[in-house]
């Protein structure tokens, strides 16, 4: 099976196909923009991309919106996880933390365009808690500062394959091929 993904960012790429590849499925990039409009949830978001990309005559696509949310922080960056990594960045999300509780957790929401299996979405996500400096060379994003529950090492700190296994875009990865593998069934 052929899967293709709508992203700007070539990280979450490697992670899909990393990910996807050992459950059969070949994930091809596909280079298209949907203009992420401002909303309260990662679900919203994803909707409105899945229906814009229809609206420009595009069919059968994966894409996915991702956010770390703070307790602390009423959720926040959530759903301005970009926006908030492209202006303060991690020292900035460290420096807001200072004396706060550290937990976080990161979700992924992935939304499916496909004629022959359907529309749905699917969410991953992955509890943790931010540390109080920068670890680690790999990943993106807020990954050096992330780590998942029960690890000694950051996102960024693991390979692709132990993030994969740790990260809600790796645990929605799970969830899409066991629904494409049950969709496909009952088409037979
Ligand atoms: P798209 O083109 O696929 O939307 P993006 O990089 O803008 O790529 P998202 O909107 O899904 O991705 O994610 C918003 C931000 O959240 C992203 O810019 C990162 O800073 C952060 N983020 C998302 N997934 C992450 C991950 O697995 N690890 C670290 N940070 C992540």
Do not use: W
């Not at 990393?18 to 298209?32: D, Q, R, S, T, W």
């Not at 990662?42 to 409105?48: I, K, P, T």
Request: net charge negative.
């Amino acid at each position: 099976m052929i899967l293709n993904l709508v992203t700007s960012n070539e990280h979450k790429l490697e992670e899909y196909r990393n990910g996807l590849y050992p459950l059969g499925i070949e994930v091809k990039h596909l280079h298209v923009d949907c203009d992420e409009i401002q909303a309260d949830t990662l679900h919203e978001v994803v909707l409105a991309c899945m229906e814009q990309l229809k609206g420009d005559g595009y069919r059968d696509f994966i894409l996915d919106d991702s956010g770390m949310f703070v307790p602390a922080l009423n959720g926040f960056p959530g759903v301005y996880s970009a926006y908030v990594m492209q202006t303060i960045g991690c020292q900035g999300m460290l420096r807001l933390l200072d004396g706060l509780n550290r937990s976080a957790h990161f979700e992924c929401c992935i939304g499916v365009c496909s004629d022959e299996l359907g529309e749905f979405t699917l969410t991953g996500r992955s509890p943790g808690r931010i540390i109080t400096e920068k670890r680690g060379e790999g990943g993106f994003g807020y990954d050096p500062i992330f780590m998942p529950e029960g690890q000694e090492l950051t996102f960024a700190e693991m390979d692709m394959v132990t993030k994969n296994h740790h990260s809600h875009r790796g645990k929605a990865m799970v969830e899409l091929a066991r629904e494409l593998k049950q969709r496909m069934e009952g088409k037979k």
